[in-house]
């Protein structure tokens, strides 16, 4: 008994001196997995510490892109082991992009994009879903996408796995520090090469699954990767309750693995693409019937594809019924011909809704004036210049308008007007503003958008 009470004793006595001092971990919100609400409601914390049930006192505040801070006063608190749930309420907060900042004695811990502040949303609007993300030798893709995602102004942008290809906390810290960037939420569902440096993945983006409300839609964003390719079953049954309590919303649903395999379309393997979802395909599928799921998004096959529920790849129109499952080629990483789909470039998706309904997901890459079939958005066709003058030149060299594209121009003054598009925000930064500057973008043209004095 007294050899027990030893070991034991001493098990403590490691696991204290092991955790000690006290410090503590982001898990969410974070950039990733971010929170997006209203003001007034309930704002989630969660956080793990080195030692259970014990934390140091810590501050929370919410920065904004000027630097201002707003503190958070906690009024409810839960443990779980390590896992420490901190409860505060959302301050009266204009709409936009916030840090998350923890403070304790030892450490200052800061979450860009972290908290979205969002209290109406408009009519129509769209997101984007991007998967399968440059490597290291393909990294000036990333500043490329993120210039591009802050022009089209996406009411989030959607990861949809294989975010990271390198381990190296180097690596992660370059694709956060470009992710952060981003000006509207970014919501991340791991791939299988996240399973290479799991641990990274975790630190960087929190653990999921994850659900976000944007307004009239749910996104769900879960994780296909175990096994390689597969849903947990608990998992799977959390994605069951979340499709039971939509409270009305249209659900949107990303994970990496395409849900139907290639069969009789495929051209091989393609260095390792062409394989699917395996575990509770079937069920998975029911689910997205039952629920009316109007698009499931996945990455995986560096590849354009879009499915109907029956299995076949619908590559004679865009606008059919019943759930698209629809696949996007990859971002940045070596592009694959996996479906008898001929193209194959570096690109993105962009999805358009008008309210909860879903419009539609594929581009006009024949430029005929309306969506074909299947294709993605080729990336690298969206500038933003700034000239000697100071004024911003946009660019648009796809088959595509975009009605509220934004320009972001640079002064000394905060009194001055765009001499076109709709001006929405101007950002106290250090001794220069920031203007944030809407307006239409036609297919293959150029604005040229300058400051001038208000008349």
């Known amino acids: 008994m007294r050899a027990w009470i030893t070991m034991l004793t001493l098990g403590a006595v490691v696991i204290i001196a092991t955790g000690l001092p006290l410090r503590i971990r982001m898990d969410r919100p974070r950039l990733g997995t971010p929170m997006i609400q209203e003001p007034g409601t309930p704002l989630e914390v969660y956080l793990r510490t080195s030692l259970p049930w014990a934390a140091p006192a810590m501050q929370l505040t919410l920065e904004d892109d000027a630097g201002a801070s707003f503190p958070l006063a906690v009024s409810d608190r839960w443990w779980r082991g390590n896992i420490l749930c901190l409860t505060s309420r959302l301050p009266e907060l204009r709409d936009g992009r916030y840090t998350l900042r923890i403070r304790t004695p030892r450490q200052d811990l800061r979450q860009p994009g972290a908290v979205f502040v ?25 500043p490329q996408f993120i210039e591009e995602m802050n022009i089209l102004q996406p009411e ?47 630190r960087a983006f929190g653990p999921g699954p994850q659900r976000a409300d944007l307004g009239p839609l749910t996104v769900l964003s879960l994780d296909s990767a175990h096994g390689r390719d597969q849903f947990t079953p608990s998992e799977f049954q959390w994605l069951k309750q979340q499709l039971e309590h939509l409270e009305g919303r249209t659900p949107i649903i990303q994970l990496h693995h395409p849900v139907i395999p290639p069969d009789r379309t495929i051209r091989g393997e393609s260095g390792g693409s062409g394989g699917a979802l395996q575990g509770f395909r079937g069920p998975f599928m029911e689910l997205c019937r039952a629920h009316n799921v109007p698009i499931v998004l996945s990455g995986h096959w560096h590849s354009d594809a879009i499915f109907d529920d029956k299995g076949n790849l619908r590559d004679d129109r865009p606008d059919f019924p ?50 074909g079939p299947i294709a993605s958005v080729p990336l690298g066709n969206l500038h933003a210049h700034t000239l000697p003058d100071g004024a911003v030149e946009l660019r648009n060299d796809l088959n595509a308008s975009f009605a509220s594209a934004q320009a972001s121009l640079v002064a000394s003054r905060p009194d001055l007007v765009p001499d076109q598009g709709l001006l929405v925000r101007v950002i106290p930064s250090g001794a220069r503003f920031i203007y944030r500057v809407r307006l239409p973008l036609p297919a293959h043209s150029v604005r040229v958008v300058r400051l001038q004095e208000a008349r």
């Open 118 to 142: 969002r209290r109406t949303w408009p009519q129509e609007y769209i997101l984007v879903q991007a998967g399968d993300f440059p490597p290291p030798g393909m990294a000036d893709l990333m």
């Open 322 to 371: 019943g759930t698209h499952y629809a696949v996007v080629t990859a971002l940045g990483n070596e592009v694959r011909k996996v479906t008898r789909w001929p193209h194959a470039y570096h690109g993105y998706r962009i999805l358009t809704f008008r309210g909860g309904t879903f419009l539609g997901e594929t581009y006009d890459l024949a430029g005929t004036g309306k969506p």
């Open 156 to 202: 989030a942008v959607l990861g949809s796995g294989d975010i990271s290809y390198d381990v190296r906390a180097e690596w992660y810290a370059f694709l956060l520090e470009n992710l952060a960037q981003l000006e509207m939420p970014f919501l991340a569902a791991p791939g299988n090469h996240e399973r290479k440096g799991w641990a990274a993945y975790l």
